[in-house]
């Protein structure tokens, strides 16, 4: 299985492995990809996220408001080509973005699947969440639904990101194996500064209070040059997000297919229930 877990334990969670690694103040975390610009600068995504949901948290925030802003500046870089705008396009060059959100203390969930044209899909699944009694919309009526809340359809490949598709177009063969652990040749040659496992990055943040109340957050924007309408786990509650405010929470990146076919977030939340 070729993904990785982001994980926090609720304070009174009964599992000593899990109870050990969540102290009893305000913290978030979150996976963190490694982004390297073309002049050499190396930062990691997920530290400014969790910088951004701790401070909030402090200043009193709810946790879902803060995960959800956490991830909001990861959505808004271009620079970070797997989540949001500037995410590398499916096979046609479109880029669909997945979110989900889960808020431990109401028990409440909301997710978007291939939505395009709307850089902060976070923000959408947690409308979906509030506004309506669905967890997930997909494609066509996610945007539509996000129109009718006053989001602004935007382009969201930006222009390395398609330099890149353009160079994948170039090298790809009739059959694509988006599974394999490499890149073609030109294409490597082309970004030498690429770590093929941004291909499968994505997001995930996770919240705990003072109080012990707990709220999650997964975005992305999913494999890239998927087929067109390809779901993976990070819009799928239990796959790529899990939150029981009782127990922890748990998050996922890598290969969506692995993790959809083990309910992975929710396997590890139940584990440390033990």
Same mark, same amino acid.
């Given at each position: 299985?070729?993904?990785?877990?982001?994980?926090?334990?609720?304070?009174?969670?009964?599992?000593?492995?899990?109870?050990?690694?969540?102290?009893?103040?305000?913290?978030?975390?979150?996976?963190?990809?490694?982004?390297?610009?073309?002049?050499?600068?190396?930062?990691?995504?997920?530290?400014?996220?969790?910088?951004?949901?701790?401070?909030?948290?402090?200043?009193?925030?709810?946790?879902?408001?803060?995960?959800?802003?956490?991830?909001?500046?990861?959505?808004?870089?271009?620079?970070?080509?797997?989540?949001?705008?500037?995410?590398?396009?499916?096979?046609?060059?479109?880029?669909?973005?997945?979110?989900?959100?889960?808020?431990?203390?109401?028990?409440?969930?909301?997710?978007?699947?291939?939505?395009?044209?709307?850089?902060?899909?976070?923000?959408?699944? %947690?409308?979906?969440? !509030?506004?309506?009694?669905?967890?997930?919309?997909?494609?066509? /009526? #996610? +945007? *539509?639904? $996000? @129109?009718?809340?006053?989001?602004?359809?935007?382009?969201?490949?930006?222009?390395?990101?398609?330099?890149?598709?353009?160079?994948?177009? %170039?090298?790809?063969? !009739?059959?694509?194996?988006?599974?394999?652990?490499?890149?073609? /040749? #030109? +294409? *490597?040659? $082309? @970004?030498?500064?690429?770590?093929?496992?941004?291909?499968?990055?994505?997001?995930?943040?996770?919240?705990?209070?003072?109080?012990?109340?707990?709220?999650?957050?997964?975005?992305?924007?999913?494999?890239?040059?998927?087929?067109? /309408?390809?779901?993976?786990?990070?819009?799928?509650?239990?796959?790529?997000?899990?939150?029981?405010?009782?127990?922890?929470?748990?998050?996922?990146?890598?290969?969506?297919?692995?993790?959809?076919?083990?309910?992975?977030?929710?396997?590890?939340?139940?584990?440390?229930?033990?």
């Amino acid at each position: 299985m070729v993904s990785g877990f982001t994980f926090l334990a609720a304070h009174r969670v009964r599992s000593s492995f899990a109870q050990a690694r969540t102290p009893n103040r305000p913290l978030a975390i979150a996976s963190a990809n490694r982004i390297t610009l073309p002049d050499g600068t190396v930062y990691y995504n997920g530290i400014r996220a969790t910088e951004r949901a701790f401070q909030l948290m402090r200043a009193g925030s709810d946790p879902l408001d803060a995960v959800i802003a956490g991830v909001n500046i990861v959505e808004d870089d271009p620079n970070d080509m797997s989540v949001g705008y500037g995410g590398l396009p499916n096979e046609e060059g479109e880029v669909e973005l997945d979110a989900s959100v889960m808020h431990g203390p109401t028990g409440r969930c909301g997710a978007v699947a291939a939505l395009r044209y709307i850089k902060n899909p976070s923000k959408v699944a %947690r409308l979906v969440m !509030e506004e309506t009694d669905h967890v997930l919309l997909v494609g066509e /009526g #996610a +945007l *539509r639904f $996000a @129109l009718s809340f006053g989001f602004k359809k935007e382009e969201l490949l930006t222009e390395r990101a398609r330099q890149v598709w353009l160079q994948w177009r %170039r090298e790809r063969s !009739e059959r694509d194996h988006w599974m394999q652990n490499k890149l073609p /040749g #030109a +294409l *490597r040659s $082309a @970004l030498p500064d690429w770590d093929w496992r941004q291909f499968t990055g994505t997001i995930n943040c996770l919240a705990i209070t003072e109080a012990g109340d707990i709220a999650g957050v997964t975005t992305t924007s999913g494999l890239a040059f998927k087929v067109p /309408g390809r779901v993976g786990d990070s819009p799928i509650i239990g796959c790529g997000l899990y939150v029981d405010n009782e127990v922890g929470a748990a998050g996922s990146t890598g290969w969506g297919e692995d993790n959809i076919r083990v309910v992975g977030a929710h396997t590890v939340v139940e584990n440390m229930r033990r």
